[in-house]
């Protein structure tokens, strides 16, 4: 049976195609896999958009049906009329499906991708200098890194030092200490990150190698963890970054500590966490500091030694951790008390043709690294395991701040021999005090657990009467290498280490132009006191003169 006219017809053949067309694109629709989300609104959202595409096509079917009717004899004027309003409703339902359809796809994007933040422009800055780029909405970050250093010194030593005394002339000149350059940033928002290669070095420049590369994870608060090449939380002195620290260098006795398990490029899996008990405002609250870490080794080491043959049969593999409270009264004063230990379980093994094997070896230069000449050192030691004990301690009253820590280190020798050596243990501790002469203090840092460097009021600007900020800095060292070392003219026992004790006096003075330029100050009195295997003193005293230039961002 046809239709009344040919037009008619045709109109009635398009709109079945239609039909069809939607009923298909609605099957394919609601074949569509659905994806989970973990948050309930967007599974209500999900289970609302289904019952809607179920709806039209049920509407769908229902046309379906009339246009099956229409087959029956009737008037053109009601099949005109008909046929007008099928063709309204189905075009009603095509939009009303192609919108429930777009918002299904968009859910499917969300849950694959993480959808791209709204405001997903990237917005360029320079915070205090430092080129950054962010989302509107801060999830994804991208900063530019910079920190160069370049030192100038003058040693001043004795002319007449006994001929058995080996580092006569200490090299006076420059050194870019540290030329570090990188990026780092925030990556879905619960993602930190760091990528920063050096080419700086102690007493003469280093071909680049990495500095840092690592990843942190952020939600679990107030926990984070860390994985990557990096230097690890182990102690007060250690946890202050090298751009703010108040002295040229750490203390002698920390810088030794740090490297037994942890220290620079090292390896790392680290937790952290940080939080407050009570409220400073109405009077004494307290914040606490945990960490904790697995180490391996130092990175670098092939492209340090420029030979794969120096790489060690096993790297060494250490445990290390961190625990520190800090009471404090409102902006007031700020105190701080800690404890650190650090356990290197298995020392690099150096193969059964080096002697020792597993060698430790506790060494560090004076405090300055224009040359990078160490005085003290107790040579290479085979150990089982070295482990360090430090206890921390500091506190800050308005623009005062003195700190100090001791530490003791102990090596478990292999038993090798027919008369096995005693295990050698060491020690060294150091005091320093800051008074930043502008007003300003160092603020701390409650998720490292360190003193920061002070944020200065006014930026140098000699036209509005502002020089910026000035800090007055002193320390005394005192590190102590030497094991059952005899006195002089004596020879050295079986199981002595004459390794040295070095004792540093020195003060500094730091100018902050603005938070990015430093210009820092030092004079050093280095005395050290170290006999050679026959009891001949090879230590020395002499005067350092110190100046670094610094650009950080």
Not at 127 to 141: E, I, L, M, Q, V
Not at 524 to 547: C, E, I, T
Request: hydrophobic share 40%; aromatic share 8%; net charge neutral.
């Amino acid at each position: 049976m046809s239709l009344p006219n040919k037009g008619l017809a045709r109109r009635v053949a398009h709109g079945a195609f239609v039909a069809a067309l939607m009923s298909g694109a609605a099957t394919a629709a609601l074949a569509a896999p659905t994806h989970k989300t973990h948050a309930h609104k967007a599974h209500a959202a999900v289970d609302a958009r289904d019952a809607k595409l179920e709806a039209l096509q049920q509407q769908i079917n229902e046309m379906r049906a009339q246009m099956a009717q229409m087959q029956q004899p009737r008037t053109d004027t009601q099949a005109e009329a008909h046929v007008a309003a099928l063709q309204q409703q189905l075009d009603t339902v095509n939009q009303q499906l192609a919108d429930v359809k777009a918002a299904q796809t968009a859910d499917a994007s969300d849950i694959i991708t993480l959808k791209t933040p709204s405001g997903a422009t990237t917005i360029p800055s320079l915070p205090n200098g430092k080129p950054s780029f962010a989302t509107a909405d801060g999830r994804f970050t991208a900063n530019v890194r910079a920190i160069v250093m370049l030192d100038t010194a003058k040693y001043l030593q004795k002319g007449n030092l006994p001929s058995a005394v080996t580092n006569r002339d200490l090299n006076d000149g420059t050194n870019f200490r540290r030329a570090r350059f990188g990026i780092d940033g925030k990556l879905f928002k619960d993602f930190d990150y760091a990528l920063i290669y050096e080419f700086g070095g102690s007493g003469a420049e280093d071909a680049g190698h990495i500095q840092e590369a690592w990843a942190q994870y952020t939600a679990f608060k107030p926990w984070r963890i860390k994985i990557g090449a990096f230097e690890p939380n182990i102690g007060l002195a250690a946890a202050v970054s090298t751009s703010q620290m108040p002295m040229m260098e750490r203390p002698g006795p920390a810088e030794v500590a740090r490297n037994v398990a942890a220290g620079d490029t090292r390896s790392a899996l680290q937790v952290t966490g940080n939080g407050l008990w009570g409220e400073g405002d109405a009077g004494i609250a307290t914040r606490w500091f945990a960490s904790a870490a697995i180490t391996g080794n130092t990175v670098g080491v092939i492209n340090s030694t420029g030979s794969a043959t120096a790489q060690p049969n096993d790297e060494q593999t250490g445990v290390i951790g961190r625990l520190a409270i800090a009471p404090f009264s409102s902006t007031n004063w700020q105190a701080h008390l800690g404890v650190n230990a650090q356990l290197a379980t298995q020392p690099n093994d150096a193969g059964s043709a080096a002697n020792p094997r597993y060698p430790i070896q506790l060494r560090d230069r004076p405090e300055l690294r224009v040359d990078g000449t160490r005085l003290v050192d107790t040579g290479a030691i085979d150990a089982k395991t070295a482990s360090v004990y430090g206890a921390e301690a500091g506190l800050s009253v308005q623009n005062f701040l003195i700190e100090s820590e001791y530490f003791k280190y102990k090596i478990d020798r292999r038993l090798t021999g027919t008369t096995p050596l005693r295990n050698p243990d060491f020690s060294g501790w150091y005091v320093q005090g800051v008074w930043v002469l502008t007003g300003e203090n160092r603020p701390y840092n409650p998720a490292e657990g360190r003193f920061d460097a002070p944020k200065q009021n006014y930026n140098f600007n000699p036209a509005a009467g502002a020089w910026g900020a000035f800090e007055l800095a002193a320390r005394y060292s005192d590190l102590d290498l030497n094991y059952n070392a005899g006195s002089a003219g004596t020879a050295a026992a079986p199981d002595a280490i004459r390794g040295g004790e070095q004792k540093i006096s020195s003060v500094g003075l730091n100018w902050y132009l603005n938070p990015d330029i430093r210009f820092m100050f030092d004079y050093l009195h280095v005395d050290v006191n170290r006999f050679n295997a026959a009891g001949v003193q090879v230590g020395q005293s002499y005067n350092a003169l110190a100046l670094r230039s610094q650009l950080t961002f």
